[in-house]
């Protein structure tokens, strides 16, 4: 009975993923994980919009620092003005960046089903490696004009493991 059990552990740990402490580290596999902003890349400007104004947009990418691959990785951007006050938040799945032309010409709703599209353009966000970044753009409507934004933060809004059979 122990055997079994012993096996039944192993087999969770080893080749399902499943992290129990202790056993997992013992076993040799990887524990924790997580999606993490590159700073270094991180940028916020504004862009004006023919049908919706002025649009601020939050760019960058995200490392996938899981020891497996992730797909439909989200993140949520974060605008403060006024003495560092939160104003809004965004959401966008990686791997959907539209260029400046595209942000100066296309309306609310279809950029809004960019940033919706859990794939990525060309299926970029489906199989993420370990150690890979995958570029991402979080747009920002209908921000009030007396509104002077101060500053902004991105982080991991959530991934999926990829199967690896």
């Known amino acids: 009975i122990?055997?079994?059990?012993?096996?039944?552990?192993?087999?969770?740990?080893?080749y399902a993923g499943i992290q129990i402490p202790y056993v997992s580290e013992w076993l040799g596999a990887?524990?924790?994980?997580?999606?993490?902003?590159?700073?270094?890349?991180?940028?916020?400007?504004?862009?004006?919009?023919?049908?919706?104004?002025?649009?601020y947009v939050v760019e960058g990418q995200v490392r996938n620092d899981f020891g497996?691959?992730?797909s439909s990785i989200r993140v949520?951007?974060?605008?403060?003005?006024?003495g560092k006050k939160f104003q809004r938040s965004?959401?966008?799945y990686c791997g959907n960046l539209m260029t400046p032309e595209e942000l100066q010409s296309l309306d609310l709703a279809e950029?809004?089903?960019r940033m919706n599209n859990r794939s990525g353009a060309n299926n970029s966000n489906l199989r993420v490696a370990p150690g890979q970044s995958i570029p991402f753009a979080v747009v920002f409507a209908n921000l009030p004009p007396e509104v002077k934004l101060e500053e902004f933060a991105?982080?991991?809004?959530?991934?999926?493991?990829?199967d690896q059979k």
């Open 30 to 55: 990887k524990t924790g994980g997580a999606v993490v902003p590159v700073e270094s890349t991180l940028k916020g400007y504004f862009v004006t919009n023919a049908k919706a104004g002025n649009l």
């Open 68 to 70: 497996s691959p992730r």
């Open 154 to 162: 991105v982080e991991a809004a959530g991934s999926f493991p990829v």
């Open 90 to 92: 965004a959401s966008a």
């Open 76 to 82: 949520t951007g974060k605008v403060f003005a006024d």
């Open 2 to 14: 122990l055997a079994l059990l012993a096996g039944g552990v192993f087999g969770l740990v080893k």
């Open 111 to 113: 950029i809004s089903q």
